[in-house]
């Protein structure tokens, strides 16, 4: 078992800067891939960004590329979520998810693969 827990959410300006963390317990919890993914009101959950259990391989939606930077720390098993230059369109529950892999370099853009699920952190970006 593997428990989540999401931190670092709140209210920010456009153009502003937010990093969320993903703080994970339970066993073997660095071999675990690991994902955000963001559900705005009314709207489905859609996907954000997942990084491999090793760290070496990363993947951000296009709605995100280039201003989110996902990325990991092991030793302290926590995953980040750096955000950059927000938009209000950005607005949301943001939601860590993580599964087992026995692929370093595995990383999954959906939701059926992640076994566990954090309760989420939101994010409202303000125009």
């Known amino acids: 078992q593997v428990q989540l827990a999401e931190s670092g959410g709140g209210l920010v300006q456009a153009g502003g800067s937010l990093r969320l963390s993903c703080a994970a317990s339970g066993s073997l919890v660095y071999n675990y891939v690991t994902g955000w993914f963001r559900q705005a009101p009314g709207k489905e959950r859609e996907f954000v960004a997942s990084?491999?259990?090793?760290?070496?391989?990363?993947y951000a939606a296009d709605s995100v590329q280039g201003r989110f930077t996902i990325s990991r720390d092991n030793a302290k098993n926590m995953v980040h979520l750096q955000m950059s230059t927000l938009k209000p369109e950005d607005t949301g529950a943001y939601f860590c998810a993580a599964t087992p892999s026995a692929q370093s370099w595995r990383i999954y853009t959906t939701e059926d693969p992640y076994l566990y699920w954090g309760q989420g952190t939101q994010v409202t970006v303000s125009s």
């Open positions: 990084v491999s259990w090793s760290g070496t391989n990363t």
